[in-house]
C-alpha cells in the first residue's frame, strides 16, 4: 500500500521556498519522525501530483533529489520506496567553514561523535571567500539533510542572505555568527565574547595588575570575531590598563611587564621562544593567555593560562539541537584556565 502525502499542506510553512524544495524537506520530516519507514512505497509521480496539487515536474525533481541523496530509491515498473541500505539512509550532513583550524576541528570531532553511526558529516571550507560561500551552498543544496553553517568574515548582505533562504529553517544551524536577518526561524549557536571576557578578567584582577600593558595578538592569516578586541579594550579601559592589538608577534615586541594575548597557537610559540631568548619568565616578568586549550598547553612552559570558547561543547551543544530538531538560538559561555604563565 501507497504511503500518501496527506500531510504535506499542513506541515509546510515555509511557503517562500520552491515547491520541489516544500516536498522534500515534508518527506524528510516524515522519515524522521517515523511516519515513513524504510521499505515502504511511496505515490506515483502522477499520484503525488494530484495529492499534492502540484505540477509532473516539481514531482520529478524533488525524487530525483531524494534519489540523490540516498533517501528513496526507485524499482522498474514498481515505483518509488524509502531505501532499506543503512548506508544510503544515514542522514547527512554539510558542515561549511572558513577554514579547518584547531578549534574548528575540535568543534567538528565533538560534533560528529555526538550525532553518532547514523549520520554522515561532510566538511567544505570556503576559504573566508563569500562567492565561494555562495557556490558551494548552491552547488549542495538537496545533497544533505542539515546545513551547519560557520559565516566567518562573511557579511549579511542581500545575495549571502538570499543564498541562506534557500535552506529550509529546518534544516539549517549557524554557529558562531548569527543572520538576524534570515527570514525564517532557523537554529544558531553563539559565542558574544566581550561582554564576557570584561567580566571574567575582572574576576581575576590580582593575575591582571602585575602588568602595565596587554596586548591582543593577531593574524591575517586565521579569522577572529571584532567583539575580542572590543572585549579586551574595555577591560584594559576600566583598570586604565595600556592596549593595543599586534599583527603578529615579532621578538621585538615583548617587553617587561606586559601581558600577551594569543589567538594563533603558532603566536603563542612565538612568546614562548621569544620569552626564553630575553630570559624573560612567564607569568612573573611577562604574561602570556591563549586562546581554547588543549592537552600540550596544559604543561607547555609550566602551563599556559587560556581563554576557551569550548569547541567541544560547542560541538556537543550544535549535535543536540539538531537531534531535536531545536530551532531556537543558544549562547555558549567563555572560560578561563588559569594557570603559571598570566
Not at 5 to 23: E, G, T
Not at 184 to 212: D, G, M, W
Not at 219 to 226: I, V
Request: glycine share 4%; hydrophobic share 40%; proline share 2%.
Amino acid at each position: 500500500m501507497n504511503k500518501t502525502f496527506v500531510s504535506f499542506s499542513a506541515k509546510n510553512i515555509d511557503a517562500k521556498l520552491p515547491k520541489y524544495r516544500q516536498l522534500i524537506n515534508s518527506l524528510l520530516q516524515d522519515i524522521e519522525m517515523g511516519e515513513l519507514k524504510p521499505g515502504e512505497r511511496l505515490p506515483s509521480i502522477n499520484e503525488a501530483s494530484e495529492e499534492c496539487y502540484l505540477s509532473r515536474d516539481t514531482v520529478e525533481r524533488a525524487y530525483t533529489e531524494l534519489h540523490k541523496m540516498g533517501v528513496i530509491t526507485s524499482i522498474f515498473r514498481k515505483g518509488y520506496f524509502i531505501s532499506e541500505s543503512k548506508l544510503k539512509t544515514k542522514t547527512k550532513v554539510l558542515f561549511l567553514v572558513g577554514k579547518i583550524t584547531d578549534s574548528n576541528k575540535s568543534i567538528y570531532d565533538a560534533f560528529c561523535s555526538h550525532l553518532g553511526k547514523h549520520f554522515h558529516v561532510d566538511i567544505f571550507t570556503y576559504k573566508y571567500k563569500s562567492q565561494q560561500f555562495q557556490e558551494i551552498i548552491n552547488l549542495q543544496l538537496g545533497n544533505y539533510h542539515y546545513y551547519v553553517v560557520m559565516p566567518h568574515l562573511i557579511e549579511a548582505e542581500d545575495s549571502i542572505l538570499t543564498c541562506l533562504n534557500k535552506i529550509s529553517g529546518d534544516r539549517l544551524l549557524l554557529m558562531d555568527q548569527n543572520f538576524e536577518q534570515i527570514r525564517h526561524t532557523h537554529a544558531s549557536l553563539v559565542c558574544e565574547p566581550a561582554k564576557q571576557i570584561v567580566q571574567i578578567f575582572n574576576t581575576q584582577l590580582n593575575l591582571f595588575n602585575k602588568y602595565r600593558a596587554f596586548n591582543l595578538v593577531l593574524t591575517e592569516e586565521d579569522y577572529f570575531d571584532p567583539q575580542w578586541i572590543n572585549g579586551c579594550r574595555e577591560f584594559c579601559e576600566s583598570i586604565s590598563m595600556d592596549f593595543q592589538v599586534l599583527d603578529g608577534l615579532e621578538q621585538e615586541d615583548i617587553r617587561l611587564g606586559e601581558i600577551y594575548f594569543t589567538l594563533a597557537d603558532m603566536e603563542l610559540a612565538k612568546a614562548i621562544h621569544y620569552a626564553d631568548k630575553l630570559e624573560l619568565r612567564l607569568g612573573k616578568d611577562i604574561g602570556v593567555l591563549a586562546h581554547n586549550d588543549s592537552c600540550l598547553k596544559d604543561i607547555l612552559a609550566g602551563g599556559i593560562t587560556v581563554l576557551s570558547s569550548q569547541p567541544d561543547q560547542m560541538g556537543t551543544i550544535a549535535a543536540q539541537m539538531l537531534l531535536d530538531h531545536d530551532k531556537t538560538s543558544k549562547k555558549i559561555e567563555l572560560k578561563l584556565i588559569v594557570r603559571k604563565s598570566l
